[in-house]
C-alpha cells in the first residue's frame, strides 16, 4: 500500500491544525514544495493526513488579534504551512495571527498569488543584494540561476523593472531562451559555462552579484566567480 495517497476530500474545521485565526481562503499558488508533498519520497510533509499548500490570499473569517477584522484581506506564507501546519488547498485555513500578513491595499487576492512566494523569495533576494551595494546606476554584472524557475523568472523581471541592464540567465534547456530574454536577461548562460573542472581555483571573477535558486556543484563554483566587494544570495 503506498505511503501517501491523494485524494479531494470534505473535512471539517476540527480536522484543521490549530490556530487562532480562520481564513476563508480564495487563492493558493503552486510552488516547488507542493509538488514534493504528492511525491513518494518528497521529504516534505512531516505528518499524516495533510492540506498541501505553503501559501494562501483570503478573508479572515475571525481572529482573537484585535488587530484582524472579520472580511480584512490577508495573506500567509511559510511557517510549515503546507507540511506540518495544514496549508491553503482547501475552502478554509486555521493559523496563528502571528503569521498573518494584511494585504497592501494595492495588491489583490489574486495578483498576490499569482506572485506567491516565489515573488516574496524573488523580492527579498534583490532587496538583499541592494542593501549590500546593488545600484542600477552603477551598472553591476548580475547572474540568475534557475532562471526560468518561478523565483529567477520573477527576479528577470524585477531587475529589469528595476533599471539593471546587465542581467544574465543561467538555464539549462533551448526552450527557456525566449522567456528569459522576454523577461529582460541581456545574456544566458548553460551550467557547464560555470564549471572549471581541472582546477576550479583558476575561475575568474565575472559577476558583481548572484541571485542563485540552484545550489550545490553550481553555486561552489560561482562563489569563486563573484568579483572583489560583490556578493551573492
Known amino acids: 500500500m503506498k ?34 508533498a504528492v511525491q513518494k519520497k518528497g521529504g516534505v510533509i512531516r505528518s499524516y493526513p495533510m492540506i498541501p499548500g505553503i501559501d494562501l490570499a483570503g478573508r479572515v473569517v475571525s481572529s482573537s488579534d484585535s488587530t484582524l477584522s472579520p472580511g480584512q484581506e490577508v495573506l500567509v506564507t511559510g511557517y510549515g504551512m503546507g507540511m506540518s501546519h495544514t496549508g491553503g488547498f482547501a475552502q478554509y485555513a486555521r493559523v496563528p495571527h502571528e503569521w498573518v500578513v494584511p494585504l497592501p491595499d494595492d495588491l489583490t487576492l489574486k495578483d498576490a498569488m499569482v506572485l506567491g512566494t516565489a515573488g516574496l523569495t524573488a523580492g527579498l533576494s534583490i532587496a538583499a543584494l541592494e542593501e549590500v551595494g546593488l545600484k542600477p546606476e552603477q551598472s553591476p554584472r548580475i547572474l540568475v540561476t534557475g532562471a526560468s524557475g518561478g523565483v529567477g523568472s520573477i527576479a528577470l523581471a524585477i531587475l529589469a523593472a528595476s533599471g539593471y541592464e546587465r542581467v544574465t540567465a543561467l538555464i539549462r534547456k533551448d526552450y527557456q531562451k525566449e522567456l528569459v530574454t522576454g523577461l529582460g536577461a541581456q545574456k544566458m548562460i548553460r551550467p557547464e559555462d560555470v564549471f572549471l573542472k581541472e582546477n576550479p581555483l583558476l575561475l575568474k571573477p565575472q559577476y558583481d552579484f548572484v541571485l542563485d535558486t540552484v545550489g550545490g556543484d553550481v553555486v561552489a563554483h560561482l562563489i569563486l566567480q563573484i568579483a572583489y566587494n560583490g556578493d551573492a544570495v
Open 3 to 36: 505511503k501517501n495517497q491523494e485524494r479531494i476530500q470534505t473535512i471539517g474545521l476540527e480536522d484543521l491544525s490549530e490556530g487562532d485565526t480562520l481564513i476563508e481562503v480564495v487563492y493558493s499558488s503552486v510552488n516547488y514544495k507542493d509538488m514534493l
